[in-house]
């Protein structure tokens, strides 16, 4: 085994023995759904950083850039757009203080749209953990030269995330999640100048690349390049403005001035290393443009492959190099667990405290919620393990899209319109839900199998009629949410009074 192996499962075993004693404090669901509401303002900006920097950045985003170049930048960009959105809302709900978007979203439609909308969560939960499985077999299979396969890796890696979620849920989450931040933003901000003087700098990445790279839309990039751009900045907006882990940091703030404060620099480092991290995969590609193109390299794994090069090539930059190796596991490590923990708080949160056993004892709800931790992770686990069982082509971008639409179209909607649009109904919110995740996997899972005729774009990145899911599935989900609820009976003041404490009061005084 090489260095980088024993570097990283060194670092995996320090995790684990920290993850042993923060396990120590969980006593009850407070503890380990929103690490007992106490979260500081240092632990919150690294952990909302880790939430969304994760393998859908350092492989799916990686994997964008290889392929299209700088067009690959609109996929993090609808990110940027939604957490300036989400500072805005972040105080409100933190003020509301639950455990799951789905309080939210019975707060003001129902239990129906709970059930619907945990769902939905699930499925596209379970997807992302999926491919931060699949991104950790890359890494193995990276550092250790092919003597692991990917196979392997991603099942050693399921091992860890799973093992370290059940452990201790969010008082892990959220406490490893501080030093992995710290390594990213470090290994990233370090690793481009070396990686960019390895690659020859920008006139040699002009010859080697194609001419499509340095186009705003890849012009061989979907059937529509502007639509497919835009696609992945809508999807990508959408999941962040309503992405359950996010609002459970939210919830696992000390006070809402410090939810609202950690959001305002969580959208400086965002910006800073998905900008990084596409630099560091086009500059990737130049350098190893020839093994790309003959299959010998994975573009999802080019960043891997980059941090192997500037390890290699000795010097200051082979410590950068090995760090953004470490980063890449941290990446994978925190967002695993983090979209881990959040299905299993909707199953025991969303399903099992409210409809089957509301008095459950606090100590019987965590050990549940370790057993669906476990549970969940096996099904993440079987989504890319048939695949690769069965040989099939996986596309880790197609996997987080998929996951970004289904959710973004089938939950996002509905939770904003809670937030900040009084006259959303009850039959609006739960139409939204059910025809965005209809939708979703109509024109994701349903059409490419049943209708193959029906997929148009380049090979491996086919949409139904050359159009990303994200347009039509949204427009529907917005159309639902709009028109039933005009069409349906105003909503009730006191179902309004824990979201818009006003309305309560107003609609007494007017009375």
């Known amino acids: ?90 105080g409100k709900i933190r003020t509301f203080g639950q455990y799951t978007v789905g309080d939210i979203l019975e707060e003001r439609y129902g239990k129906f749209a709970r059930v619907f909308g ?46 370290f979620t059940a452990l201790g849920g969010m008082v892990a989450v959220a406490h490893t999640d501080l030093p992995n931040g710290i390594i990213i933003v470090l290994a990233c901000l370090g690793a481009v100048p070396f990686i960019v003087s390895l690659a020859g700098g920008w006139q040699h990445a002009v010859q080697v690349l194609p001419a499509s790279h340095f ?31 996010m609002y459970q940091k939210f919830y696992s703030a000390r006070s809402p001035r410090d939810a ?50 500037l390890a290699g090539a000795g010097g200051v930059g082979a410590v950068f190099g090995v760090l953004l190796l470490a980063a890449a596991c941290a990446v994978v490590i925190s967002t695993g667990m983090n979209y881990l923990l959040s299905p299993s708080t909707n199953v025991m949160r969303d399903i099992y405290q409210r409809f089957i056993n509301a008095e459950a004892s606090q100590k019987k709800m965590v050990a549940l919620q370790k057993i669906f931790v476990v549970i969940i992770g096996l099904c993440a686990f079987a989504i890319i393990f048939i695949p690769t069982v069965l040989n099939l082509k996986i596309s880790v971008l197609k996997y987080s899209f998929f996951a970004y639409t289904m959710y973004g179209v089938s939950i996002t909607p509905a939770l904003l319109a809670a937030l900040v649009w009084k006259r959303a109904t009850r039959a609006g ?12 996997i109509g024109f ?23 159009v990303p899911s994200i347009f039509p599935a949204l427009a529907v989900s917005v159309l639902c949410l709009i028109v039933v609820s005009l069409l349906t009976k105003k909503p009730d003041p006191k179902t309004l009074a824990k979201l818009f404490p006003t309305s309560l009061e107003a609609q ?4």
Request: overall charge neutral; some cysteine.
């Open 215 to 245: 186009q705003t839309f890849a012009q061989d990039f979907g059937e529509y390049p502007a639509l497919k751009a835009g696609g992945y900045f809508l999807a990508t907006m959408m999941l962040l403005m309503g992405v359950q882990s």
């Open 429 to 440: 919110g739960v139409a939204s839900i059910v025809s965005g995740a209809a939708m979703a």
């Open 1 to 90: 085994m090489t260095v980088y192996l024993w570097l990283i499962l060194g670092y995996l075993l320090v995790l684990g023995a920290y993850n042993f004693w923060r396990a120590r404090r969980v006593k009850n669901q407070d503890d380990f759904m929103v690490a007992g509401r106490s979260l500081p303002l240092t632990v919150m900006v690294f952990t909302l950083i880790c939430t969304w920097i994760g393998s859908g950045t350092f492989i799916a985003g990686a994997e964008y850039a290889a392929r299209a170049g700088w067009s690959s930048m609109w996929l993090p960009a609808g990110a940027w757009l939604g957490i300036i959105v989400i500072f805005f809302l972040a």
């Open 118 to 163: 945990a769902i939905a969560l699930i499925i596209a939960f379970t997807t992302i953990v999926s491919y931060q499985f699949r991104a950790g077999g890359y890494i193995l299979n990276v550092v250790t030269k092919g003597s692991i396969s990917v196979a392997e890796g991603q099942a050693i890696t399921a091992a860890f995330v799973i093992l």
């Open 260 to 309: 609202k404060l950690a959001v305002a620099i969580w959208i400086v480092g965002t910006i800073v290393v998905e900008v990084l991290v596409i630099v560091i995969a086009i500059y990737g590609a130049t350098a190893n443009w020839d093994a790309l193109q003959a299959g010998k390299i994975d573009p999802a794994a080019i960043v891997l492959v980059a941090a192997e090069n």
């Open 444 to 466: 994701e899972l349903v059409i490419p199998n049943a209708f193959p005729g029906l997929m148009v774009g380049p090979a491996g990145y086919q949409d139904p009629w050359g």
């Open 508 to 511: 007494l005084n007017k009375e």
